[in-house]
């Protein structure tokens, strides 16, 4: 009998109990108590839930209150001093290390002012974990034993489980060294934690654990040889110590065939590699492994909610038992199933035929059982057949298919993606029209979403408001940030996004080919979950989408005011993909339908349009090769599809965040202004890779994650810094993004420093 595994389910309970639960602790209004017993039902709900579905390897450890990566940090003690000064339980030195802790002094305990650590995408996915930091003062110990005390929980409650660790090779890889020790190279700590690793090995295997999963998903980076040396070193040591339990090395996101020389001969009992994302990998892979070593087969998509085709997987798995036999092959889910919501089942409001076509974290479990059986030769028909139906719909259904959509795409050309002059031309026919002063200054597009808009927004959605009424709430909201903006003087007016819930939400709402959910959370970073939106068939826009609010805000300032969008790229890789046709024709059938949009806005008298790409380099492949290289080819050519429509005299800005960028990257967007995170990046060299960037750029000048307000002086001496490498002419005066998550108090202080020192500036030059 084949045997099925699950690398890892989502941990925030079927409707965000953790959040829940997490956020009253914060707040003060539960204990320490409280919040753990929630952890510790969540996870037993998750065990039973496997364990009913027949799924035969389950994992534990899956399970953080926070992060898995963090987890480790604290487990092996990599904990910057900052965060053990004040004697916090380790609970809270979690939390202060993910998220930063400020509290004022009481009676006994002294006041705690500290940042959190560096938060970081999760290779290519949404998801975000909190950056290894290895301080001057490391000292590698075991802080308590989370693995082991989650594997006897689950014992207790009769569940035999695998637990599941970020594996040493990664999890130094992943981390850098902290400030305070620039010169180290992390690697270089893996011979003092493989002690620690094998000590919470032997550990595990006293508690009666018989196999751990290792995750290497390093594994399918470009790595740089003493990586790949130190993936033999660790395994190979690991080899020889006694009392360990068997060890699945498992990777995923990509193929591993580049790293596949450190893999070969390694003494762990087997292997699990992602055959979703890299079916190619099979032939190699399969030869590169050991006679008596195991291939778990992952095969059910933990990256995406899309049914699984049994018949074509279960031919998949089947060439590998063919190879292997069926005592060395596991069917498995590609990746943990972390990046997929909980259950199809809380849908209640989906279209029927849609939900049909869909499989979220609960279906999938059901989808490794069945394939498993199916392998094994055990009768399940009804399942294929009801599957085989599902994917026949699916590939005829109306919602997915648009004929007219398929021409427009099969009709883009080099006319439509490049602006009518180049950007010198476009410049001087711009500044007449804008007649802007030196240091220009401007946000990023939402102002403060208050409780009020929430409220509003709600009661519109109950129906309790009238659209009327709706609109008139809109407007005064508009009008408010409008008198605000006036008020501080700003140069270029944004009107402040208070209608929207989501910067793709917003937009994949109003277009035809995407579909939502209610309840499908997934987890992003700590306690914020998302809830991507679905595309699942060709996608256009039935009418304007943004026009509206933004006319309205024009019509009441004598200003100009930025029309706002969210970029193609934006809003395929915060929504999930279809996996039938390529993202590169999403891209472009998104650029289209906002193409649209920009022309409609220029149209209603907006001259100047700013159109968002903050996911443009997370989706960026995660190895360099021709793959990567065309990638930055086809999502530049979209954004410039959506942007190139109008005439010379429309200025484009575009706004990047959440990563380092490449100059060059975004020169290919030819936008004529951008705007890019910066204020945590304040160093000379980041600077310098901007100097040569042709076209206008505002580097962001505040974090607006935070709600501290830096002084005029602060704007100033930043400023002054940046103006050594970079050209006054060329410079935007604007913070690091939107405001939305900020209150109205601070962000009033901010702008009105920033604006000051933009003054300061003028008056210079
Ligand atoms: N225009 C959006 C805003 O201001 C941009 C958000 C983002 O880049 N994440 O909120
Ligand atoms: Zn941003």
Redesign the pocket.
């Known amino acids: 009998m084949v045997q099925s595994a699950v690398l890892g389910f989502p941990r925030i309970g079927p409707n965000r109990e953790l959040k829940k639960a997490t956020e009253a602790y914060w707040n003060g209004k539960t204990s320490a108590e409280d919040l753990l017993k929630v952890g510790k039902e969540i996870r037993e709900q998750n065990w039973k839930l496997q364990k009913e579905a027949g799924v035969d390897i389950i994992a534990s450890n899956d399970f953080s209150f926070y992060d898995q990566v963090l987890d480790l940090s604290v487990l092996f003690n990599v904990i910057p001093d900052r965060y053990t000064k004040y004697q916090l339980p380790q609970l809270d030195v979690l939390f202060a290390m993910g998220r930063g802790l400020q509290r004022k002094a009481t009676g006994s305990e002294p006041a705690v002012d500290v940042t959190a650590l560096e938060m970081v995408k999760w290779f290519d996915s949404n998801y975000h974990y909190v950056r290894p930091t290895f301080g001057k003062n490391l000292s590698f110990k075991l802080n308590g034993q989370k693995p082991v005390d989650e594997f006897l929980e689950a014992k207790a409650l009769g569940i035999q489980t695998r637990p599941v660790l970020v594996g040493p090779v990664s999890y130094l890889y992943l981390g850098k060294a902290d400030k305070d020790n620039l010169e180290l190279d992390p690697i270089s700590l893996l011979d003092q934690l493989l002690p620690l690793y094998t000590d919470i090995l032997q550990k595990l295997a006293a508690a009666g654990a018989t196999e751990v999963q290792l995750d290497e998903p390093t594994l399918v980076l470009d790595l740089p040889t003493n990586v790949q040396a130190a993936v033999k070193k660790a395994y190979t040591y690991f080899g020889q110590q006694a009392n360990l339990p068997k060890i699945t090395l498992a990777s995923y996101f990509g193929t591993v065939v580049p790293n596949l020389e450190s893999l070969k001969g390694l003494p762990v009992s087997g292997f699990h590699f992602d055959f979703v994302r890299a079916p190619e990998q099979f032939n190699d892979v399969v030869s590169a492994i050991g006679p008596n070593q195991t291939l778990s087969v992952g095969i059910v998509d933990g990256r995406n909610i899309w049914k699984n085709n049994f018949t074509k997987s279960s031919a998949f798995v089947q060439q590998a038992i063919a190879k292997l036999g069926a005592d060395r092959v596991i069917v498995a889910t590609s990746s943990s199933l972390l990046h997929t919501p909980v259950d199809l089942e809380n849908e209640s409001k989906l279209d029927a035929e849609l939900k049909n076509y869909f499989s979220f974290a609960t279906q999938k479990l059901g989808e490794v059982v069945t394939i498993a059986k199916n392998v094994s030769g055990q009768d399940v028909s009804a399942a294929l057949q009801a599957n085989s139906a599902a994917i026949a719909a699916r590939s005829a259904s109306s919602f997915i298919n648009d004929q007219a959509v398929k021409d427009r795409v099969s009709s883009i050309d080099a006319n439509m993606s490049t602006r009518a002059a180049p950007f010198p031309q476009r410049l001087a026919e711009q500044q007449p029209v804008f007649k802007l002063p030196l240091f220009p200054t401007t ?4 102002f403060p979403q208050t409780k009020d808009i929430r409220i509003n927004r709600n009661k519109f959605n109950k129906g309790q408001l009238s659209a009327e009424e709706y609109e008139k709430f809109i407007n005064s909201e508009i009008e408010r940030v409008i008198r605000f903006q006036e008020e501080i003087d700003l140069d270029v007016l944004v009107h402040g ?1 208070p209608e929207r819930n989501d ?1 793709v939400q917003y937009f994949g709402e109003q277009l035809k080919g995407y579909a939502f959910t209610t309840n499908g959370w997934v987890q992003s970073y700590g306690s914020r979950y998302v809830r991507p939106p679905i595309i699942v068939g060709d996608l256009s826009r039935p009418k304007a989408m943004s026009v509206k609010e933004s006319v309205y805000a024009q019509s009441i300032t004598k200003k100009h005011v930025k029309g ?1 969008l969210t970029g193609p790229i934006t809003c395929l890789r915060w929504s999930f993909p279809r996996d039938d046709i390529d993202q590169q024709t999403q891209a472009y059938q998104l650029a289209l339908a906002l193409r649209d949009e920009v022309n409609d806005l220029e149209a209603a008298g907006i001259k100047i349009i ?1 159109v ?1 790409e ?1 996911a443009i380099r997370e989706g960026l492949p995660l190895r360099a090769g021709t793959e990567r290289s065309a990638y930055q080819v086809w999502a530049a050519e979209a954004f410039r599809v959506a942007t190139s429509g109008v005439s010379n005299k429309t200025q484009i800005h575009s ?1 990047f ?1 959440y990563s380092d960028l490449d100059p060059n990257h975004i020169k290919a967007l030819d936008a004529d202004v951008v705007s890019i995170e910066f204020s945590k990046k304040d160093d000379a060299n980041y600077i310098a890779e901007f100097k040569d960037y042709p076209n206008h750029i505002g580097l962001g000048l505040f974090d607006i994650h935070s709600p501290r307000v830096p002084s005029t002086e602060e704007f100033i001496t930043k400023i002054e810094a940046i103006l050594k490498t970079y050209p006054a002419e060329k410079f935007w005066v604007n913070p690091d ?4 998550t900020r209150g109205w108090d601070e962000t009033r202080e901010s702008l009105t420093h920033m604006v000051e020192a933009a003054k300061y500036f003028r008056k210079q030059y």
């Open positions: 946000t990023i597009g939402s996004e910067m706002m700013q968002d903050p706004h965040c993004c939107g405001l939305k």
